[in-house]
């Protein structure tokens, strides 16, 4: 029997039923879908977090492996559980601001829907998960500009990829021509990499916690209008700790 504190605890987040994915029914200007729970993400979310986010869709459709504790938020007693349902009250109770986190399953092979939100971003191991998650973004664009119209603005895409010490990642204005062939090309070059290349499972402690801070730094000028532009690319190295933006 769960006691009150516990109960108020789990009113703001939503765990995964019967795989079913649960769409809100208004945009949230400060609302931000993260894709792929594994080491790339894992502290990403909880620095978006302290930056106030209002809402948070976390999606996964995979369960919580051993490989996945070392340098991550997850904890030994979280094995064998949905990654979203774990990563969504890992945040709920990491924050003070009780943000609303909604833990939704994603299966790229199944062209899962995804929510209407202001930032979308994705580290995956997957060229093929990469590559079905950038048309689910702007199938859900084109959805829910046709349903908000002009209340809902041009989603941004943010993509991260690590390799042990280092990282790469980009930010595009799907609303943007010039973006969306930038989008376009590195789909191509994602068909050429194998499935379960394992790049986000060889990343360090170190190199994720440099990440979090520059992704979400760059999230934070973006928004606010500092780095106006509709492609951003960032990379890092945790062993020179040095980083780089390009906008």
């Not at 894992?42 to 504790?69: C, F, P, T």
């Not at 009780?98 to 580290?123: D, E, G, N």
């Not at 890092?236 to 980083?243: I, Y």
Request: some cysteine; overall charge negative; charged content about 20%.
């Amino acid at each position: 029997m769960e006691t009150q504190q516990n109960q108020e605890e789990n009113s703001n987040w939503t765990p995964i039923q019967n795989h079913g994915v649960i769409l809100n029914d208004r945009f949230l200007s400060n609302t931000y879908t993260l894709i792929g729970l594994g080491h790339g993400l894992s502290r990403v979310g909880l620095e978006l977090i302290k930056l106030g986010a209002d809402m948070v869709y976390v999606m996964d459709q995979d369960k919580v492996e051993e490989r996945n504790i070392l340098g991550t938020l997850y904890q030994h007693n979280q094995l064998n559980t949905f990654k979203a349902e774990s990563y969504a009250q890992i945040l709920f109770r990491q924050s003070n601001q009780r943000p609303i986190v909604i833990a939704l399953p994603f299966h790229a092979t199944t062209k899962t829907p995804l929510p209407p939100s202001q930032w979308y971003i994705s580290a995956l191991d997957s060229g093929n998960a990469r590559i079905e998650v950038l048309k689910a973004i702007l199938q859900a664009k084109k959805t829910y500009s046709r349903l908000y119209k002009e209340d809902y603005p041009s989603p941004y895409y943010m993509d991260i990829r690590f390799n042990f010490s280092q990282f790469f990642g980009y930010v595009i204005n799907t609303g943007n021509p010039k973006a969306l062939r930038f989008l376009k090309d590195d789909t191509d070059e994602l068909k050429d990499i194998e499935d379960e290349h394992g790049c986000n499972a060889r990343s360090n402690p170190i190199a994720m916690s440099l990440c979090a801070g520059l992704a979400n730094r760059v999230i934070l000028d973006v928004t606010s209008g500092v780095l106006n532009r509709d492609i951003i690319t960032f990379s890092g190295n945790a062993d020179t700790m040095k980083v780089t933006v390009f906008g």
